[in-house]
């Protein structure tokens, strides 16, 4: 497998898709919503699935797709190679804020994440990384995350899952928003793994992501240090929705320990 043929591939091809969504904003965009009201996709999300299905089928043949609109291949198993995709993670902001939202992408080979990309579209910020090579903002190499005491760290959650919620004691996440230097809600689940990775913050948790989601986050974000797994510390399974927590070393351990308390 040549990999660095298939990053500057993948490279290409979200710059490419990046550019098809800012030229999106001169059309009409449609919008439904799926699971429920506030769960809005477009027609955008869809054709820029499409378009990375259509080159992927086309040049890398036997590689699999796991697409968030579902317009790739429908996987069980991590054998192989799979592309982990988010066409528009952050469809709400998409929507309403026409910024903070980015194309996410992970391409894992029997379950190693080897590639990973957050692309911000708007602010032209691609984050990379390829396994054990470190990983990137734009032409920059991030630094190596440092040990950050509870303290001093800026953890990005959400309202959501400081309320009572069926995942985890709310009390507890309210200790927690207490006991740290502040909190962040960025609306889309790539970015802030994204800055994470980048020292923006340190540490962001959420109760219910998908494998597209992390995919290309965790591989950029194991790179500089930070420790990826569900809210049980386990690895994620990347075959359905679970828990998510990624934070400096440290801090991840000490979140875990005393704040986050899972409901049977
Ligand atoms: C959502 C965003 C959001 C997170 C949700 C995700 P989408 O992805 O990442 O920040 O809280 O759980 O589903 O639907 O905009 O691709
Ligand atoms: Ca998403
Ligand atoms: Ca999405």
Not at 178 to 192: D, K, L, P, V
Request: charged letters at 25%; one cysteine or more; a negative charge.
């Amino acid at each position: 497998m040549n990999w660095d043929n298939i990053d500057r591939y993948a490279k290409s091809l979200i710059k490419e898709a990046g550019h098809k969504i800012r030229n999106s904003f001169f059309t009409q965009i449609n919008i439904d919503s799926k699971a429920d009201a506030n769960d809005l996709v477009t027609n955008i999300d869809r054709e820029i699935e499409q378009f990375f299905i259509s080159r992927i089928k086309r040049d890398f043949p036997d590689h699999k797709i796991v697409g968030e609109e579902g317009f790739g291949d429908k996987v069980e198993v991590l054998d192989g190679v799979i592309w982990m995709l988010d066409p528009i993670d952050g469809t709400m902001n998409f929507v309403h804020q026409k910024r903070n939202f980015a194309v996410s992408l992970g391409i894992y080979i029997d379950g190693i994440g080897m590639l990973g990309y957050i692309y911000d579209v708007m602010r032209d910020d691609f984050y990379s990384a390829a396994k054990g090579k470190g990983a990137y903002l734009n032409d920059e190499r991030l630094p190596q995350l440092e040990i950050t005491p509870l303290e001093q760290a800026v953890i990005g959650i959400s309202a959501s899952w400081i309320a009572p919620n069926r995942y985890a004691d709310h009390e507890k996440m309210i200790e927690l928003v207490r006991h740290c230097r502040g909190t962040r809600s960025y609306g889309s689940a790539a970015i802030e793994m994204a800055y994470v990775a980048s020292g923006r913050i340190d540490a962001y948790i959420s109760m219910r992501l998908s494998p597209w989601d992390i995919a290309g986050g965790m591989v950029i974000a194991q790179e500089v240090g930070a420790v990826t797994t569900n809210m049980k510390g386990e690895a994620p399974h990347l075959l359905g929705q679970e828990t998510f927590v990624v934070a400096r070393p440290g801090l991840h351990e000490e979140m875990l320990t005393n704040y986050i308390h899972l409901k049977d």
